[in-house]
Structures are given as C-alpha cells and as structure tokens.
C-alpha cells in the first residue's frame, strides 16, 4: 500500500471530519481507515489527529502535514493529467455520479457512450435520485443539481437560473376552477414531490415583490418528477415544475400556467463537486460534456415555451 495513497486517505478524513464518512467516500470501513492513517503516523513517527469518541481534530503536525498532502497531491494529478492529455496514457479510475431521475434519463444516461469515448478506461457509477443525496455519505464525486443552492464546500458549475412555474390540465381547471391568489392553493389538490426531508409540503412564490411560503397538501405524492408530470397531465392536480420540463404539454395545451403573477422561485442547475485546484481528467471530461448537453437539452425545451425565454447563459468555472 502506497504512502500516495494513505497520504489521499488521511486527506478525505479531514475534509470529511470522520473515518465513517472518508469510508464511505473512499468505499472502505472506518477500520481501514483508521489503521491507513495509524501507518502515516508510525512513519512520520508523530500523531496527526486527536481523536475523541465524538470528534476528530488535526493536531499542530498534523496541520502542516495536511498542508504539504494537499501540494503533493495536486502535483500527483497535475502529472498525471498532463500524461492523459498528451494521449499516451488514461489512467484507469471510477466516476461516482448522481442526477435527478428526469435529467438523468433524458441527458446523462444517454451520454455515457460519449464519455467512455473520451475515458475509455473510466467505469461510471451513476445513481438516480430526485432526492437530494448527501455527497460525502454517498461517495459521490460528481452530483447535476437543480435545487436552491446554498453556499457549500463544494465547487458550483452553474448552468443557469431555472423558471418554474405552478400549472395543471385545463380539465382539471375546469372541474375545480382556477386558484385567483397564492392563498387559493389551500382549496385545490396540489401534486407534491416528497421524500424524507422533502421540504414540497411548503410552496415558495413570488407575489407583490415579496416571497411568501404557502402550506399545500393533496392525495397524491410521489418521490419521482416524472410521475407529478404525468398525473397533472391526466387532471389530477397542480403542479410546481421547472418550466423546461413541461414545456412540450404546455406549448401542446396538455397543462395551463396558474397564477402567473405569483411564480415559484427559481432553482438553480449546475454540477456540484469537491473543491479543489486540480480536477482529474476522468472528472473535468465528465463535467465538459455534462455542461454542454445540459445546456444543449434546456435551450431545446425552452424553445418550445410561450412566450419564447432567454437560453441559459454560459457561465465561467
């Protein structure tokens, strides 16, 4: 087992604040790596971390070590990056993503083949989930998000800001007539995403220049976008969607905008991955050709929205 290696390991733990969590990052037991780091430290023949049954803390050693990981390891991977891009090497490696169920069938899924044509030697783990997954516990390197973002320690590759907009099946209007204030919302049915944690109970509109939260509730929920879309398709609701993604039955008359004057708020769409000054080839590949195609996708849907709106604006790394 390398130093290089232990050196990576040692370094997640910090990052993460916990052997549980570096383990389940790097798929290893707690034990592994806490005996990895035990073996750092019999080399360097000093402590790195002071650990209690409850936290984990770096010690003054510990401190410029980590400090001198970090340089080691970024010039590691700017090595081997510039051998990757020569073309004479692809070092082999293993790509964790996750996507929101949509997305991720209609763009990621169908890109992979162009991405194994860039990184041959790169197996991705792709995991779909319209649930907002923890990206330490989950070991995820890279994650497409479209979400309310706050600020992290993870670097944003933002997209673009995303409408959404509240809109349900003209028969459903009809039967039930159509909410004339945000207030409204509480006597009608209203489709709801929902998952432990799933905050979709409480909408957030912007009405008169301020953002008001308005209770909601309806028989039907579902952990999957696609089924919301579908049953506010056959009248069984209103729904709060990102615009792109109910553009078709829009333009097609299939749903009708509500409440125009009190939109959702926007959501943001980008790829959120670990902060750092050097991203390995397998990953800036990935994220390259994500952009592309997401951007690529949302300025077709948008496309078909009336009235037209603004393709998404590239935005710098």
Not at 296 to 317: D, F, G, I, M, W
Request: one cysteine or more; proline letters at 7%; a neutral charge.
């Amino acid at each position: 087992m390398s130093s290089l290696e232990n050196m990576r390991i040692f370094m997640r733990a910090v990052e993460t604040g916990s052997f549980s969590a570096a383990g389940r990052m790097l798929r290893l037991s707690p034990s592994v790596v806490s005996y990895r780091i035990q073996l750092l430290e019999d080399h360097l023949n000093c402590r790195l971390l002071t650990r209690t049954t409850r936290s984990m803390s770096l010690t003054d050693a510990g401190r410029v070590f980590f400090e001198r990981c970090v340089e080691v390891v970024e010039a590691v991977e700017r090595a081997e990056a510039s051998v990757a891009q020569s073309g004479s090497a692809n070092p082999p490696g293993t790509l964790r993503v996750t996507a929101p169920l949509g997305l991720g069938r209609r763009v990621i899924a169908p890109m992979l083949a162009r991405y194994r044509a860039v990184q041959p030697q790169t197996d991705l783990r792709l995991r779909l989930s319209d649930h907002l997954l923890d990206l330490v516990q989950e070991g995820v390197d890279i994650a497409v998000r479209m979400a309310r973002l706050e600020d992290s320690s993870f670097t944003l590759r933002k997209i673009a800001e995303v409408r959404r907009i509240l809109c349900a099946a003209p028969a459903y209007l009809e039967a039930r007539g159509r909410p004339e204030t945000p207030q409204d919302l509480a006597k009608h049915d209203c489709l709801l995403l929902r998952f432990p944690g799933s905050q979709q109970f409480r909408w957030t509109l912007e009405y008169r220049h301020e953002a008001i939260t308005i209770p909601v509730s309806g028989p039907f929920d579902v952990d999957d976008g696609d089924v919301l879309t579908q049953w506010a398709v056959d009248g069984l609701g209103i729904v709060l969607k990102p615009l792109f993604e109910v553009a078709e039955h829009i333009a097609a008359e299939r749903l009708v905008e509500v409440l125009s004057e009190a939109p959702p708020q926007p959501v943001t769409l980008g790829l959120l991955y670990p902060t750092r000054r050097m991203l390995p080839p397998r990953a800036k590949s990935f994220i390259d050709l994500a952009v592309d195609e997401l951007r690529r996708h949302l300025t077709a849907k948008l496309a078909l929205a009336k009235p037209p709106v603004a393709a998404p604006v590239s935005e710098p790394v």
